[in-house]
C-alpha cells in the first residue's frame, strides 16, 4: 500500500502584544503546518501545533481521517512545533513521540517553566496546554509506517538550532519544519553569528534529498507544495536578508526594504520580530 500526505494549516492567531507592528499590522503568530503522512490504515503526525484549540481542531482531523496514529514526529524545539503532543498523546493513547537527540534538547528549553513563562504563556495566556517533553530517539534517526521508512535528516542551525526535517522518499516528499518557508515571512531573530550561513546549507542538504514536494512549517494555505519553488524562494529571502542587514542602519530600514522584495509573504510581524532582535 503507498503513502500519501495531508496537511492541515493552523491560521494566525493574535499575540498579547499591544504594540503595532511598523507597518500598522497587528502582531499575529504565523500559520503553523501539521502534516498528517498516511497508508492504509496507520497514520504519523509531524509537527502538533501550538494552543489548546488548534491542538484539538488537528486532533479532530486526524480523527476524521479513520487513521490510526502512530507517531508524533516534531522537526524542532520551537514551541509551535510540538506543545501539542501533550494532549494528543492523551487523546491517541499508545502512540509514540520521535525527535532527534537535539530537538529533544531544545523541547526541554522550551518547556522550561520559567522560559515557558516568560515568553509563550505571555505571547498565549491561558492558550497552550500542558507538555511535558514526551519524544523519544530512534535508532539510525528513523522509523517506519506502514512498511516504508521515514527518516529524520539533522540540518543543524535554521530558523533555530538542532532543526531536522523527515524525508518520506516513498513519496518524494520532505516535511521541513521551519527549513523551508512557503509564503510567510522568516523567522530571523536567531540568525546572528553566521546563523544566516548555516541555514543556508541546511537548503542546500534539504536540495540533496531531491523531494518533489515539500510541507514548510510556515505556509500559506493557498500555495502548492513544489521543493523547487519553495527552495529558490526560502534560499533568496536569505540571500535578501543578509545583503541588507549590510546596508540599513535600523530595524525599521532593513524591515521595509525587506517588506518591498517580499510584499505577498504572510506575517510582517514575524519579519519585524526578527529586525528588532537582530538590531538590538
Ligand atoms: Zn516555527
Do not use: C
Not at 22 to 43: C, K, Q, V, Y
Amino acid at each position: 500500500m503507498s503513502l500519501d500526505y495531508e496537511v492541515l494549516i493552523s491560521e494566525p492567531i493574535p499575540q498579547n502584544i499591544t504594540a503595532l507592528v511598523p507597518n500598522g499590522d497587528r502582531r499575529m503568530f504565523s500559520p503553523i503546518t501539521s502534516t498528517l503522512i498516511h497508508g492504509a490504515e496507520d497514520a504519523v503526525l509531524v509537527d502538533p501545533p501550538l494552543t489548546s484549540e488548534q491542538t484539538e481542531a488537528v486532533g479532530d482531523w486526524i480523527e476524521r481521517s479513520g487513521k490510526r496514529l502512530t507517531h508524533i514526529f516534531a522537526t524542532h524545539g520551537h514551541g509551535d512545533h510540538w506543545f501539542g503532543a501533550g494532549p494528543l498523546s492523551k487523546r491517541f493513547p499508545g502512540v509514540r513521540v520521535v525527535a532527534s537527540a537535539g530537538t529533544i534538547a531544545q523541547m526541554r528549553v522550551h518547556a522550561d517553566p520559567d522560559f515557558r513563562a516568560g515568553f509563550w504563556d505571555k505571547l498565549f495566556p491561558g492558550q497552550i496546554p500542558d507538555s511535558p517533553v514526551l519524544a523519544e530517539t530512534v535508532p539510525d534517526n528513523r522509523f517506519q509506517l506502514e512498511g516504508h521508512d521515514l527518516v529524520i535528516v539533522e540540518v543543524g542551525h535554521t530558523d533555530t538550532d538542532d532543526t531536522s526535517v523527515l524525508h518520506v522518499p516513498d513519496l518524494a516528499l520532505v516535511v521541513a519544519g521551519d527549513v523551508i518557508y512557503n509564503g510567510v515571512h522568516q523567522y530571523l531573530a536567531e540568525s546572528a553569528d553566521g546563523g544566516l550561513e548555516a541555514w543556508l546549507a541546511a537548503i542546500d542538504q534539504v536540495e540533496q534529498l531531491g523531494a518533489r514536494h515539500i510541507t514548510a512549517g510556515h505556509k500559506d494555505s493557498a500555495l502548492d507544495d513544489d521543493a523547487g519553488r519553495t527552495i529558490a524562494e526560502t534560499r533568496r529571502y536569505l540571500h535578501d536578508a543578509r545583503e541588507l542587514l549590510a546596508v540599513h542602519d535600523t530595524a525599521e530600514g532593513f524591515f521595509h526594504a525587506m517588506l518591498e522584495r517580499h510584499p505577498s509573504r504572510l506575517n510582517a510581524g514575524a519579519l519585524w520580530n526578527g529586525a528588532s532582535t537582530l538590531y538590538r
